[in-house]
């Protein structure tokens, strides 16, 4: 399943400063994705990471594969 964010031209969240938080950051999303889906499937699933705004995307886009 794709989690498609909207275009964007910053990051939505309040604890990024495009100038200097690192494109690791993104893992933060990683993780939260995985937690999320888990919660509501009730199983285990891997979250990549295909665009984001930190690593020069226009928007946050996730996809999320039940194992």
């Known amino acids: 399943m794709k989690v ?29 994705n995985k937690e999320s889906f888990e919660t509501v499937l009730g199983q285990p699933v891997d979250v990549t990471v295909e665009e984001s705004i930190l690593r020069g995307g226009k928007r946050c886009s996730f996809t999320v594969t039940m194992k």
Do not use: L, M, R, Y
């Open 4 to 32: 498609i964010g909207k275009k964007q031209e910053s990051c939505f969240c309040p604890f990024v400063d495009k100038s200097i938080t690192p494109k690791d950051f993104c893992n933060c999303s990683i993780g939260f």
